[in-house]
């Protein structure tokens, strides 16, 4: 009969349903006892790495920089210049004669000393093994001078480092903004083509005739020197605005020695120049005599 059939059929949706129940419930006791052993062998697997860690820390603490046959007997410091000495070099890496080879990060002693020293170009150390540690330190060397209080050094490369002594040879660089400038800072490429004439001048005789008491470097079209002799000079060559190549260096040197030869022959005939514009072609030289 029909009631019998539904009767059946609720029995066994009944007897379906109690199944899901047991089995959803065998699933999450399952789960229950799966997570502490998850929990516990992930424990077990950080506290194994951590013991490694650990062992091979007191292995190379033992072997390296708690060994006493490391420790500094000779500490062999050499430096190319005049403003740092060796016992800038000490106290600033903080280094002494007793100190272990592997007790200290030898870059982060590196990149500190030159952060302290903006004079310092280079620094290469060395561990030489059992007991010595050897460091050589080459100072930038000036080319030109940026202001009086405080003075300024810029090297061949364009890099600012404060001067304690002010040579009085120095070529002046102007026309910058002294009161912005910051020591380990590379200056603007206009500075660069003006140390590329005081580089010219020094590596050449030109320099017998042109002897450059300033460079102002204000304008990005030319570059003006004052020379010894009072005369006002504004040059610009081809490829001066870019980094220096083997073409823009010998258009350079052609136009100083214009410089040069106008100056002679202006010598020759008893006379001075007052002003000479080099902005142009070699051909036209506008030029004020006295």
Known sequence: ?????????S?????????SRS???IGASARRRWLPRAAWCAGLA?????????????????????NPRFLIRSLDIRVAGRTITDRHVREYMGL?????????????AHDEFCARTPVVRSVVMERRLPDTLSIEVRERTVMARIGRSPAWGVDREGWLFPLRAIPRDLPVLTGLPEGRLKAGVRL???VTSALDIIETCNRTR?????????????SPEFLELSLAGGERVRLAWTGMEQPATPESLAALER??????QALRAAELRGRRIANLDLTFTDQYIPAQEY
């Open 96 to 108: 002494s004669e007793g100190t272990n080879l592997f007790s200290f990060n030898m870059r982060r």
């Open 11 to 19: 029995e066994r949706w009944a007897g379906a349903e109690q199944r």
């Open 46 to 66: 950080l506290l194994a790495a951590f013991l490694s860690w650990w062992l091979v820390r007191e292995a190379g603490a033992m072997w390296f920089w708690r």
């Open 255 to 260: 136009k100083l020695q214009v410089l040069a």
């Open 188 to 190: 603007e490429p206009r």
């Open 206 to 218: 030109l320099g017998d005739d042109i002897r450059i008491a300033s460079i102002d470097v204000r």
């Open 23 to 25: 089995n959803l419930r």
């Open 1 to 9: 009969m029909w009631w019998r059939r539904s009767k059946e059929g």
